[in-house]
């Protein structure tokens, strides 16, 4: 089975703190997700990479970068945590046109 | 992004089938429909996909309308373990993109 692992289940961190988010996928897949799911807004995409060093902006990049130096990790980047960046973050991978295999997700608290 | 449309929720008694709709009127040719479901406090899990046939697995089945414009993931037996947050999408065939929805909240009876 496909795992998808994310570096912390919960993560507290004060504001203007950089906050490094650490995703790895263990079945060679070359697309690789950062999603935050907000109550009421549902999963909204943040960055997505399709190659290793490479990456695209999502639907709410502002804020946020990413990191893909190897093919199996996806870093995702808090420049200066704010508090309105506290939420669900969920990695995930996909190989081709199949479907994504999720992470189970790390809590943010920005305080 | 083409969208989909899906009722806010739905409930089913236990061992009974579970038909969930999804509406996507502006579908384009090279959409696939995909559904995924999220149970509480773990990320959203795979269920089915299909482009153009109906199809089968495990774990459901997906029934495509012929012109594309909706389609029906059916649950054969609903237990309580399917309760969960059904969502419908439709992916952008370029690096497999998804768009979620506020998808369907399936509650489960026994």
């Known amino acids: 089975d496909v795992k998808v692992t994310q570096s912390s289940r919960y993560l507290v961190k004060r504001t203007g703190e950089k906050v490094f988010l650490e995703c790895v996928q263990d079945m060679d897949h070359e697309n690789m997700f950062w999603y935050r799911q907000d109550p009421g807004l549902g999963l909204r995409l943040i960055y997505f990479?399709?190659?290793?060093?490479?990456?695209e902006k999502g639907d709410i990049p502002e804020g946020y970068s990413v990191s893909r130096e190897k093919k199996e990790r996806f870093s995702l980047i808090l420049e200066s945590a704010s508090t309105n960046q506290t939420s669900m973050y969920l990695c995930?991978?996909?190989?081709?046109?199949?479907?994504?295999?999720f992470g189970d997700g790390t809590r943010l608290s920005i305080l | 992004d083409a969208k989909t449309t899906q009722p806010n929720s739905m409930e089913s008694n236990e061992e009974e089938p579970v038909h969930l709709p999804c509406n996507h009127s502006t579908i384009s040719g090279t959409d696939y429909i995909h559904w995924y479901r999220q149970l509480p406090s773990q990320g959203p899990e795979y269920v089915i996909h299909?482009?153009?046939s109906n199809v089968n697995n495990r774990m459901a089945s997906l029934a495509i309308a012929e012109d594309r414009k909706s389609s029906t993931l059916i649950l054969h037996r609903a237990t309580l373990r399917d309760a969960a947050v059904y969502y419908c999408i439709l992916s952008v065939r370029y690096g497999n993109k998804l768009v979620f929805g506020a998808g369907t909240i399936l509650r489960v009876k026994s």
């Open positions: 995930a991978s996909s190989y081709g046109v199949q479907p994504q295999h």
């Open positions: 990479s399709y190659d290793v060093k490479m990456k």
């Open positions: 299909g482009l153009t």
